[in-house]
């Protein structure tokens, strides 16, 4: 019996900086988010690594308004050389970003989207995130983290919560798309991105009966994902990840401490 073959993965690594001056940035003195070192190497370097090593990844594309810039500090020089990173400039938003970047790469299908801020992000996490991603075999899948996982190795730290029945979670930067149909998925997101603050109208793609399942706590994160790609005219799911660390980006000073001490202890 032959085994069935599955297509290596194009990853999407975001990269842009928003509009203004970025707080955390400025707090470490570097333009960009993406160049703040942690443990001696800037982020975007750290998390390119990763991808670009990993055996289920083919080629990783760094999104970002100017990316050449990006790639001339010295901690991020060796990613020009690489053949397995390329680099897409624009995108006024990371929707927008990911959108041009799937039409850029008709036949990258499928694609990985990550940022440059995951640097906790390790082979073991995307090995099991690819894996669950598949097995699911829906159009889109979304990295969580339960919270009983998360609070078992960092009982003090905090993080955002997503809460449904039977569970809370907090997401881990970490999407996968499977096919194309996944693209009426990232139209709506830019559609949410700019109009994140017109309630109705975001409260309407979603549906009354969708949303006030959520705030309700009535529906498990499983169907409410479901639900929500329905409206979509996708298949979505959650991909469930056990390794805490899989939801700590670098947001905040305290997220740097923490992922500073976290890589140190890892050697």
């Not at 927008?96 to 440059?116: C, I, Y």
């Not at 983290?145 to 078992?152: D, G, I, L, M």
Request: net charge positive; with cysteine.
């Amino acid at each position: 019996m032959e085994t069935e073959h599955k297509a290596q993965v194009t990853a999407l690594l975001v990269a842009g900086r928003r509009p203004g001056t970025d707080p955390l940035a400025a707090h470490f003195g570097v333009e960009d988010k993406a160049l703040i070192a942690v443990v001696g190497e800037p982020m975007l370097s750290r998390v390119a690594r990763v991808l670009a090593a990993h055996p289920d990844i083919a080629r990783t594309v760094v999104l970002a308004q100017a990316p050449e810039r990006l790639l001339a500090h010295p901690g991020t020089a060796w990613m020009v050389t690489d053949a397995r990173i390329g680099v897409l400039a624009g995108g006024n938003s990371v929707s927008a970003a990911v959108a041009a970047a799937l039409e850029a790469h008709p036949d990258g299908w499928p694609f990985l989207v990550t940022t440059a801020d995951n640097v906790l992000l390790d082979a073991e996490t995307l090995t099991g995130f690819i894996a669950g991603a598949r097995a699911g075999g829906t159009d889109v899948a979304v990295g969580l983290v339960p919270r009983e996982v998360f609070a078992r190795a960092y009982p003090d730290a905090r993080r955002t919560w997503l809460k449904f029945r039977g569970g809370a979670y907090s997401g881990a930067n970490l999407f996968f798309l499977a096919r194309p149909a996944a693209l009426s998925a990232v139209r709506f997101w830019q559609r949410v991105e700019s109009e994140r603050k017109k309630v109705r109208a975001i409260a309407g793609a979603f549906g009354p009966v969708l949303l006030l399942g959520y705030l309700l706590r009535a529906l498990r994160v499983e169907g409410a994902l479901a639900r929500a790609g329905a409206r979509l005219g996708v298949t979505a799911a959650p991909v469930l990840l056990d390794r805490p660390e899989a939801c700590i980006d670098v947001d905040k000073v305290q997220d740097h401490e923490i992922a500073s001490a976290i890589l140190a202890a890892r050697g």
